[in-house]
């Protein structure tokens, strides 16, 4: 154990484990809105994700830029980021709207068991992923760098770039934003009663089928911008990324209560922290068996996940 390494880079671990987590937690906010309504795991969610960063990716090449162009001007490069984020906003909710009336409703109108949910999301999953992979030969594709990765300032001592600041800013924003939007407008309460109770809330003149709807819309629109800040703090994107990512993303909404829109960004953040400074202690080779370790650990002493399970219940 490298004590000493992970002392020493302390600070840098716990920037660019937060800057990591934010991803998480974005791609989070699609598995535990789903949950927190049907009760059920979207494993394609991993692939919706996908979809937004290569949606954002092939906007950016539309403009004619590669991952050898150089951008300057702040003006232009926000036009180019705020263009990427809109499509790959849009992509990624398309997509899950497809999930939703393909994969999932179908299954809904016939009661069909849990399991076949299940097997459906995980077809759906692959079938999307291979999808990306013949339409880009199974290549890397890369971004064009945007965003400098050169430090801005520094907060006792630890150098903070502008892409940390996009990534953790962008992440704070859309679930402020998200969190407004479950509690404060009609839908928002439409969604909370669903979750609350689907048939009580079908006999008060909720529409279940739009709620659920406007549920994978507002997830995948979460996924697609982290999609695009994936995009740009990674520079290099391929079609079988999102099993991994996603992955780590229904740990992170595990680990903070899934069905708790804010224990989604909670739980996002301590799992790229801690699996940065498990890096940090044991090697690179270690992160991905320290997100899982922590997953395991903290459910056998709190199943519920750090701050329970609550969009149905009065909730988010």
Same mark, same amino acid.
């Given at each position: 154990?490298?004590f000493?390494?992970?002392?020493? =880079?302390?600070?840098?671990? /716990?920037? /660019?484990?937060?800057?990591?987590? %934010?991803i998480?937690a974005?791609?989070?906010l699609?598995?535990?809105?789903?949950?927190?309504?049907?009760?059920?795991?979207?494993?394609?969610?991993?692939?919706?994700?996908?979809?937004?960063?290569?949606?954002?990716?092939?906007?950016?090449?539309?403009? *004619?830029? =590669?991952?050898?162009?150089?951008?300057s001007?702040?003006?232009?490069?926000?036009?180019?980021?705020?263009?990427?984020?809109?499509?790959?906003?849009v992509?990624?909710?398309?997509?899950?709207? &497809?999930?939703?009336?393909?994969?999932?409703?179908?299954?809904?109108?016939? =009661?069909?068991?849990?399991?076949a949910f299940?097997?459906?999301?995980i077809?759906?999953?692959?079938?999307? %992923?291979?999808?990306? @992979?013949?339409?880009?030969?199974?290549?890397?594709q *890369?971004?064009?760098?945007l965003?400098?990765?050169?430090p801005?300032?520094?907060? $006792? !001592?630890?150098?903070?770039?502008?892409?940390?600041?996009?990534?953790?800013? %962008?992440?704070?924003?859309?679930?402020i934003?998200l969190d407004?939007?479950?509690?404060?407008?009609?839908?928002?309460?439409?969604i909370?009663?669903?979750?609350?109770?689907? =048939? /009580?809330?079908?006999l008060?003149?909720?529409?279940?089928?739009?709620?659920i709807?406007?549920?994978f819309?507002a997830?995948g629109?979460?996924a697609?911008?982290? *999609?695009?800040?994936?995009? &740009?703090?990674?520079?290099?994107?391929?079609?079988?990324? *999102?099993? +991994?990512l @996603?992955?780590?993303?229904?740990? $992170?909404? &595990?680990?903070?209560?899934?069905?708790?829109l804010?224990? $989604?960004?909670? @739980?996002?953040?301590?799992?790229? &922290?801690?699996?940065n400074?498990?890096?940090?202690?044991? !090697?690179?080779?270690?992160?991905d068996?320290?997100?899982? $370790?922590?997953?395991?650990? +903290?459910?056998m002493?709190?199943?519920?996940?750090?701050?329970?399970?609550?969009?149905g219940?009065?909730?988010?």
């Amino acid at each position: 154990m490298n004590f000493d390494g992970l002392f020493s =880079n302390f600070g840098e671990l /716990t920037t /660019t484990g937060l800057t990591q987590g %934010a991803i998480y937690a974005l791609v989070a906010l699609g598995y535990t809105l789903v949950y927190g309504v049907l009760r059920l795991i979207n494993f394609a969610h991993s692939e919706v994700f996908i979809a937004g960063a290569f949606a954002a990716l092939w906007t950016w090449n539309g403009f *004619g830029l =590669n991952q050898d162009s150089q951008v300057s001007g702040l003006g232009t490069i926000i036009f180019y980021l705020l263009a990427a984020m809109i499509v790959a906003a849009v992509a990624s909710a398309g997509t899950a709207t &497809v999930i939703e009336r393909v994969a999932y409703r179908p299954l809904r109108k016939r =009661n069909a068991p849990p399991l076949a949910f299940l097997i459906t999301a995980i077809g759906a999953s692959i079938a999307i %992923a291979e999808a990306f @992979g013949v339409w880009t030969d199974r290549r890397p594709q *890369g971004a064009p760098a945007l965003v400098s990765s050169k430090p801005l300032f520094e907060v $006792a !001592g630890v150098p903070i770039d502008a892409i940390q600041l996009l990534t953790i800013g %962008a992440a704070l924003v859309m679930m402020i934003g998200l969190d407004m939007f479950i509690n404060r407008s009609r839908v928002g309460r439409g969604i909370r009663a669903v979750a609350q109770d689907a =048939n /009580t809330a079908a006999l008060m003149g909720v529409n279940k089928d739009r709620i659920i709807m406007m549920v994978f819309i507002a997830g995948g629109a979460m996924a697609g911008v982290a *999609g695009l800040l994936y995009d &740009v703090r990674i520079q290099t994107l391929t079609y079988s990324v *999102g099993f +991994l990512l @996603g992955l780590k993303a229904f740990t $992170a909404a &595990v680990l903070g209560g899934i069905g708790n829109l804010r224990g $989604a960004l909670l @739980g996002g953040l301590l799992l790229g &922290v801690v699996e940065n400074y498990a890096s940090g202690l044991f !090697g690179s080779e270690w992160k991905d068996f320290a997100a899982f $370790a922590l997953l395991v650990v +903290l459910l056998m002493f709190r199943p519920t996940g750090l701050l329970g399970e609550s969009l149905g219940r009065a909730r988010a």
